[in-house]
């Protein structure tokens, strides 16, 4: 029994070695990753207002210090619960894919753009992917491919989920020089509108239809940048 016990011990202490040798080592640095957002833009004629909403590109910068295991999220505007929540979850499924322990890290997500008004496109859970994106690559020491941008938010099984406004981000991405768009399934689509013009007499008929089109096309021809589907 004493030889078995002792034997079960090495096997725990073997696993444990093997264990540690296989999960990385996390020391204090930085890492940037460019990501896309939409901003909503208010235009009035004196009477009506109407929202449209625009692709915008902002920085996020992660930052991995000793701490307790705090997740923070930095910018020059208050962010909302969908944001922090979103933070949070990049930061467990981080852990979960490279089998890092940050419990005595603190990550801190910094984010930027050109102007203060753009960063308030940044409240939401839509940049959880590229959160997600950015922590595993600095934890694992790997590079950021600058032509691929991507959108989506992360779930808890680190699958992309669906976000809103992925037009717009498409012609942010190819704007900004991107050669990949990133987005979730079955998101890669886009809705074109087409009108016709009867005239009837001293009247004139307008009738319009939205007609769904495949973004990746539209992208390539007018940036060179693939759309792709997660």
């Given at each position: 029994?004493?030889?078995e ?11 444990q ?6 999960t ?14 939409v901003r ?24 991995i ?10 910018t ?5 619960v969908?944001?922090?929540t979103?933070a949070?979850t ?6 979960q894919?490279t089998g890092a ?13 050109k102007?203060t ?16 994106v950015l ?14 941008l ?23 991405a190819?704007?900004y ?8 399934k079955?998101q890669?689509?886009t ?5 016709k013009e009867?005239?009837?007499g ?16 539209m992208?390539e ?5 693939k759309?792709?589907?997660?």
């Open positions: 029994n004493s030889l016990k002792q034997k079960q011990q090495l096997e725990q202490i073997k696993a070695m093997e264990m540690n040798l296989n990385p080592n996390v020391t204090s640095s930085s890492k940037s990753i460019t990501a896309v957002a909503p833009i208010l235009r009035t004629d004196g009477f009506f207002q109407d929202v449209t909403y625009k692709g915008t590109i902002m920085n996020i910068t992660v930052d210090r000793d701490g307790t295991g705090l997740v923070l999220v930095n020059d505007i208050p962010t909302g969908d944001f922090q979103s949070k990049a930061v467990k499924v981080a852990q894919h322990n940050l419990a005595k890290k603190d990550i801190i997500f910094s984010i930027t753009a102007n008004d753009e960063l308030q496109a940044v409240d939401g859970p839509s940049a959880g992917m590229a959160m997600t922590l595993v690559k600095e934890i694992l020491n790997q590079p950021i491919d600058d032509s691929v991507l959108t989506g938010t992360i779930q808890s099984d680190g699958t992309l989920g669906p976000v809103g406004g992925v037009a717009e981000k498409a012609d942010a190819g704007t020089g991107a050669k990949t768009f990133v987005v979730p079955g890669a689509i809705h074109v509108q087409t009108c009867d005239k009837q001293l009247f004139t008929y307008r009738t319009c239809t939205l007609e769904q089109k495949d973004l990746s096309p992208m021809e007018k940036y060179g940048m759309v792709v589907e997660a």
